[in-house]
């Protein structure tokens, strides 16, 4: 299995009138191929704009936008925008949004919009496009009677089914799903994780799955990032993460997560994250963080390799 | 046995959602014959997926709607069909916390007049003992220093901070009832916690009946005794909270199950069972059960006739055929 993608030191900063905010700040990972890497964090912990950051789909108040993203080799973020345009969005790299379901065309049918892509990118005919959808859409579940249906006459589940196939059909290496069933009942959800596994293992393909629901999380990744205030504060294989995480944010998030089949005692998270214009000095995590120490408060936690793979930005965890 | 606090029989609320000049009208059975009772200091989770009636249910329990038929029966007085003016004593009785807590809040008022309105309302003290209870409310969920956040405005709170304010304003006039619709659904994970764990406490402090409507079946184990679960208007299965949950006994009850994961690095080898399709419409309902036409045990008269609520015993109670004497 090689490496499908590094990210090294990406940052993403935002010009706003109060200031310069901190949305993604030299986060650093690596993604190995057909592997699902999960990010998780509470609502503003620049999860969503990492994902921005990587398929490059930026809004106009960029500040900063730099770091170098390693995709099968090359470093996509040295292209110039029409190359990647045209050789890595939706190519390479395809999304799906936060409520993307809300946001197809309600007068466009659905088997039209999901061949779209293929008549961008590979300048394939409308007719040989449909036909593509068609299959696309069997393959999320959807009978392909659909492809001539309008939006409107698609259940919530069915729409989101349809929106997968948008960002499956040009066949890429890597899928970023941004809370991909958060509008969607519990059974539904379940469905599309089923079918999320079953794309999975038929194309051998990479997801980035952004939740901020840490039980979903676990439905499908095979590494879990956590994000806190801009960074990636661990990383950590799947085995490791869901039973003991090392970061004191990380243990806290576990300890808040209610379990269905076990008792345990629910813990809170005491105080609310920063501000990403103007975050704590030293560590993010110590205002809140119970173990906090005089160096958390001055210093930045260097990112530390517990080994395997697993990366922690903790000071508990510096040898000195 | 002691008297239950309230007491809803055959309850049925529906829309009608069409009508011609000749025409039969068409209605959209959202709440259709559920009977349930609420015993005084008891917190009961209504758990149902989006469409399933369970907003609508809470509702038309306040009054908010006017039932259709049944009847609603509160510390033993049937308010199915009082008049406003004579619901007045009930709106003191009984309280909403809605899922919204930015929408539930008037902007222009500062937290101190939005608590003290309904005091103004109910006629309750004068300026003096007003004060008194506002502070403590606001100290019981823990917006202190209270002289700070009384003159602050909705805006300038967290969606946590205002829903404690919601929550504050739900039980200021000391009400025997609260109907909280999905409180935290809105909020972050880490919130969510806080709020709910807060919510109990005040629920058991105070003995307070408490009905939590919610989509989530992982937090009702730890914030109520009872869980009643609801589908496309029918209630389901009805039984305490750890029996349903480690011994859940409809097919639809199982597959709500089936469907929630526990943080567990196995789940992404495995594939859920889980039953296809999606609700189904409430305007046509299938005829029988309405959970047939996705339940992998269905049987002929599962698609026929309705079922009716079976007693397991214990409390337990399921509204299925397979557990039928016949």
Request: charged letters at 25%.
């Amino acid at each position: 299995m090689g490496v499908l993608m590094e990210v090294r030191g990406l940052r993403l900063y935002y010009s706003t009138r109060k200031g310069v905010v901190k949305a993604v700040d030299n986060v650093s990972f690596q993604l190995m191929e057909g592997e699902t890497l999960a990010v998780v964090g509470e609502s503003g912990c620049g999860k969503s704009s990492m994902a921005k950051a990587i398929i490059r789909l930026l809004p106009r108040n960029v500040h900063t936008y730099d770091g170098s993203i390693i995709f099968e080799g090359r470093d996509i973020m040295k292209l110039d925008e029409e190359t990647f345009r045209r050789e890595v969005r939706w190519r390479k790299i395809s999304m799906v949004f936060q409520g993307a379901m809300n946001s197809l065309n309600p007068v466009l049918k659905v088997g039209f919009q999901v061949g779209e892509p293929l008549m961008i990118y590979d300048g394939l005919s409308k007719e040989e496009a449909i036909a593509r959808a068609r299959k696309m859409l069997r393959m999320v579940g959807i009978h392909e009677a659909f492809a001539d249906r309008y939006p409107f006459e698609l259940s919530g589940g069915m729409k989101q089914r349809a929106v997968i196939a948008m960002a499956l059909i040009t066949n890429p290496r890597l899928v970023i799903l941004d809370e991909p069933t958060s509008a969607l009942d519990v059974i539904t959800q379940a469905n599309i994780m089923n079918m999320l596994k079953r794309v999975r293992d038929e194309y051998g393909l990479s997801y980035i799955f952004i939740t901020h629901d840490i039980a979903l999380s676990s439905e499908l990744a095979d590494k879990v990032a956590v994000m806190y205030a801009g960074q990636i504060v661990e990383v950590a294989d799947a085995e490791i993460f869901y039973r003991e995480p090392s970061h004191p944010y990380a243990q806290k998030l576990m300890a808040s997560v209610p379990t269905l089949r076990t008792d345990k005692k629910l813990e809170f998270i005491p105080g609310a994250p920063p501000s990403l214009l103007e975050p704590p000095p030293g560590c993010r995590f110590h205002p809140r963080c119970p173990y906090a120490m005089d160096i958390c408060r001055r210093e930045e936690p260097p990112v530390i390799d517990l080994g395997g793979g697993h990366k922690v930005k903790c000071w508990l965890y510096a040898k000195r | 046995m002691a008297e239950p606090l309230l007491r809803v029989e055959n309850l049925c609320k529906w829309f009608e959602v069409r009508r011609g000049l000749f025409s039969k009208p068409l209605y959209l059975k959202a709440v259709d014959n559920v009977s349930f009772e609420l015993m005084r200091g008891e917190a009961v989770s209504l758990v149902g997926e989006s469409g399933s009636g369970k907003t609508t249910l809470g509702r038309t329990i306040l009054r908010l709607l006017e039932p259709t038929k049944g009847r609603i029966i509160f510390d033993g007085k049937d308010i199915t069909h009082l008049r406003p003016k004579e619901l007045m004593w009930y709106r003191r009785e009984a309280s909403l916390v809605q899922q919204d807590p930015y929408g539930a809040l008037p902007s222009f008022m500062n937290i101190y007049r939005i608590l003290e309105e309904p005091l103004l309302i109910h006629k309750v003290g004068d300026r003096e003992e007003r004060r008194e209870r506002i502070f403590k409310a606001l100290e019981e969920v823990r917006l202190t220093p209270v002289e700070d956040f009384a003159f602050k405005y909705p805006h300038m709170l967290s969606g946590g901070q205002l829903q404690r304010v919601a929550i504050a304003r739900a039980l200021i006039l000391r009400p025997k009832l609260v109907i909280a619709d999905e409180p935290v659904s809105m909020l972050d994970a880490s919130v969510r916690i806080e709020i709910l764990t807060l919510m109990r406490e005040l629920q058991e402090k105070r003995r307070i009946s408490f009905i939590y409507i919610t989509h989530d079946l992982s937090t009702t184990r730890y914030f109520s005794e009872w869980i009643y679960i609801m589908y496309a208007g029918h209630l389901m299965e009805i039984a305490p909270t750890k029996e349903l949950i480690s011994n859940p006994q409809h097919p639809y009850t199982q597959a709500l199950l089936a469907a929630i994961p526990d943080p567990d690095p196995e789940n992404r080898k495995r594939f859920r069972k889980v039953p296809p399709g999606e609700p189904p419409s409430l305007i046509n309902p299938p005829p029988g059960c309405r959970f047939h036409p996705r339940c992998p045990y269905a049987m002929d008269i599962c698609r026929r006739e309705e079922p009716p609520m079976i007693d397991l015993g214990g409390g337990h109670r399921v509204k299925c055929w397979l557990y039928a004497k016949r």
